[in-house]
């Protein structure tokens, strides 16, 4: 059973209504839903409208607490429970998610403004991990093993490392809960997930997805909230945390890090990035524009992921800029239940005046718009497909994540100077997640003896 079996329901507003009214909107602890204990709440809206989604309880503190307390209290016996009943859990999460995948797509399209096609995708590849660890789950082996002198045998048995925090971004909404809940599950660890306030409602639906398969009371805690301070605050100080796993931003996992480090608790950061595109001579030009429109406007460029800076060589800079500027201003914007919509909404005001601020401050330095470059009027969050050429390589937009629908190309550049414009300020936390680069003859372009601070990322080729 896969997601593209699924017949797509039409998009009413009818449709709408009954799906958002069918998500859980308490805090699930214990695995029961609960309101907030001081009766807080907060508001989910659509970046598409500005409206009022749907209204969920804002943890506190002490339900963070609470849903720790539970998490231990289960944490003994669901390390005992047998791996194959954690697998045939994992595989009725999948199956689960794979039959509701029409209501997980349109609630991220509402909640996140993604295009339903992508949001399609994002099932598809999310509900992934849940099949992938369900199959680990029974292959988690140890080793026995002669010591080197011979006179003994050692015993390697891996146990799970006990309670987690989770904390999930908003723009993968259900990829990143999979993400972290399956593997979690797989190895025996029970969690409390702090999805992001901007996007919750999938991770609520998730939950109650998880409670349908059988994962029991305890196991699984989530507490969505507006505070999120106050969430993970109290518990990396609980010595029962055992785990955090975060993906989001660079300063923030920093700081979780530091408040990690007080219990040395394991961590696993997932964090900012912001990949160069870089253009050869030698390019298939129509290859190269393919694969820069898949590396910049998946998920809209809110990716950490994205290519946000294009590099190309002098000779071909003029018909790249051309061609990709084309492509770009091609692209219809629009709430993402419009079949025709190809580009939604920014996530929220905050997002689209960042986007506008690095393209103003690029346009004063010299820059040049070659298509976009603005907000579109209207309602929502909306911003331009935007493609900027003649960049400054002191501009603050090729040092920072755009994380929009923007993309910039510096002047026309000869191959020996690439890769100090890849990392123009050494000093600084600024490294690309990866390379993406076209070329047909350059299988891999730098040696990582040539790159600064040997750094060394993965590169992908397009058309190598």
Same mark, same amino acid.
């Given at each position: 059973?896969?997601?593209?079996?699924?017949?797509?329901?039409?998009?009413?507003?009818?449709?709408?209504?009954? /799906?958002?009214?069918?998500?859980?909107?308490?805090?699930?602890?214990?695995?029961?839903?609960?309101?907030?204990?001081?009766?807080?709440?907060? #508001?989910?809206? #659509?970046? %598409?409208?500005?409206?009022? !989604?749907?209204?969920?309880?804002?943890?506190?503190?002490?339900?963070? $607490?609470?849903? /720790?307390?539970?998490?231990?209290?289960?944490?003994?016996?669901?390390?005992?429970?047998?791996?194959? =009943?954690? *697998?045939?859990?994992?595989?009725?999460?999948?199956?689960?998610?794979?039959?509701?995948?029409?209501?997980?797509?349109?609630?991220?399209?509402?909640?996140?403004?993604?295009?339903?096609?992508?949001?399609?995708?994002?099932?598809?590849?999310? *509900?992934?991990?849940?099949?992938?660890? +369900?199959?680990?789950?029974?292959? #988690?082996?140890?080793?026995?093993?002669?010591?080197?002198?011979?006179?003994?045998?050692?015993?390697?048995?891996?146990?799970?490392?006990?309670?987690?925090?989770?904390?999930?971004?908003?723009?993968?909404?259900?990829?990143? %809960?999979?993400?972290?809940? %399956?593997?979690?599950?797989?190895?025996?660890?029970?969690?409390?997930?702090?999805?992001?306030?901007?996007?919750?409602?999938?991770?609520?639906?998730?939950?109650?997805?998880?409670?349908?398969?059988?994962?029991?009371?305890?196991?699984?805690?989530?507490?969505?909230?507006?505070?999120?301070?106050?969430?993970?605050?109290?518990?990396?100080?609980?010595?029962? !945390?055992?785990?955090?796993?975060?993906?989001?931003?660079?300063? =923030?996992?920093?700081? !979780?890090?530091?408040?990690? %480090?007080?219990? =040395?608790?394991?961590?696993?950061?997932?964090?900012?990035?912001?990949?160069?595109?870089?253009?050869?001579?030698?390019?298939?030009?129509?290859?190269?524009?393919?694969?820069?429109?898949?590396?910049?406007?998946?998920?809209?460029?809110?990716?950490?992921?994205? +290519?946000?800076?294009?590099?190309?060589?002098?000779?071909?800079?003029?018909?790249?800029?051309?061609?990709? &500027? +084309?492509?770009?201003?091609? !692209?219809?914007?629009?709430?993402?239940?419009?079949?025709?919509?190809?580009?939604?909404?920014?996530?929220?005001?905050?997002?689209?005046?960042?986007?506008?601020?690095?393209?103003?401050?690029?346009? #004063?330095?010299? &820059? $040049?718009?070659?298509?976009?470059?603005?907000?579109?009027?209207?309602?929502?969050?909306?911003?331009?497909?935007? $493609?900027?050429?003649?960049?400054?390589?002191?501009?603050?937009?090729?040092?920072?994540?755009?994380?929009?629908?923007?993309?910039?190309?510096?002047?026309?550049?000869?191959?020996?100077? =690439?890769?100090?414009?890849?990392?123009?300020?050494?000093?600084?936390?600024?490294?690309?997640?990866?390379?993406?680069?076209?070329?047909?003859?350059?299988?891999?372009?730098?040696?990582?003896?040539?790159?600064?601070?040997?750094?060394?990322?993965?590169?992908?080729?397009?058309?190598?």
């Amino acid at each position: 059973m896969t997601p593209s079996r699924v017949t797509s329901p039409a998009i009413t507003s009818q449709r709408e209504s009954s /799906l958002l009214a069918s998500v859980p909107t308490g805090l699930l602890i214990n695995g029961k839903w609960v309101a907030a204990s001081d009766g807080g709440t907060f #508001d989910v809206h #659509d970046p %598409a409208t500005g409206e009022v !989604l749907a209204t969920l309880a804002s943890a506190t503190s002490e339900d963070a $607490v609470a849903a /720790l307390d539970a998490a231990d209290a289960a944490q003994a016996s669901w390390a005992r429970t047998a791996p194959r =009943v954690r *697998a045939e859990i994992l595989r009725r999460a999948f199956d689960l998610v794979t039959e509701r995948a029409e209501d997980f797509a349109l609630l991220m399209t509402l909640e996140m403004g993604k295009p339903l096609t992508e949001a399609r995708g994002e099932v598809t590849y999310g *509900a992934e991990f849940l099949r992938w660890f +369900a199959e680990e789950t029974v292959r #988690d082996y140890g080793r026995y093993l002669t010591t080197p002198e011979g006179k003994n045998k050692i015993l390697v048995q891996k146990k799970p490392v006990g309670p987690c925090l989770l904390i999930t971004p908003w723009n993968f909404p259900l990829a990143m %809960a999979t993400r972290k809940v %399956a593997p979690a599950v797989a190895a025996g660890c029970t969690m409390v997930l702090k999805p992001a306030n901007l996007t919750p409602l999938t991770a609520q639906y998730f939950a109650q997805t998880m409670l349908d398969a059988g994962i029991p009371p305890g196991v699984l805690n989530v507490v969505s909230t507006s505070k999120a301070s106050g969430i993970s605050g109290p518990l990396l100080k609980d010595s029962r !945390l055992r785990k955090v796993s975060f993906t989001g931003s660079t300063p =923030v996992g920093k700081r !979780l890090m530091a408040d990690a %480090a007080q219990n =040395v608790l394991r961590t696993s950061m997932e964090l900012g990035g912001n990949a160069p595109f870089i253009v050869f001579e030698d390019a298939d030009l129509d290859k190269a524009i393919e694969g820069a429109m898949a590396a910049k406007m998946r998920n809209m460029g809110e990716a950490c992921t994205a +290519a946000n800076r294009f590099l190309v060589h002098a000779s071909v800079a003029q018909e790249f800029t051309r061609k990709f &500027a +084309a492509a770009m201003g091609a !692209l219809a914007t629009g709430r993402g239940t419009d079949p025709a919509a190809q580009v939604g909404p920014l996530i929220d005001a905050g997002a689209r005046d960042d986007v506008l601020a690095l393209v103003s401050q690029a346009l #004063d330095a010299g &820059a $040049v718009a070659v298509t976009g470059g603005a907000p579109v009027e209207g309602p929502g969050y909306f911003y331009q497909p935007t $493609v900027l050429a003649n960049v400054p390589n002191d501009a603050a937009i090729l040092g920072q994540e755009i994380f929009g629908p923007g993309a910039s190309r510096i002047n026309g550049i000869i191959a020996r100077s =690439v890769t100090a414009l890849i990392w123009p300020r050494p000093s600084t936390l600024m490294r690309a997640r990866r390379w993406l680069f076209a070329s047909r003859r350059h299988g891999h372009p730098f040696q990582p003896s040539s790159i600064p601070g040997q750094l060394g990322p993965p590169a992908t080729g397009v058309n190598s």
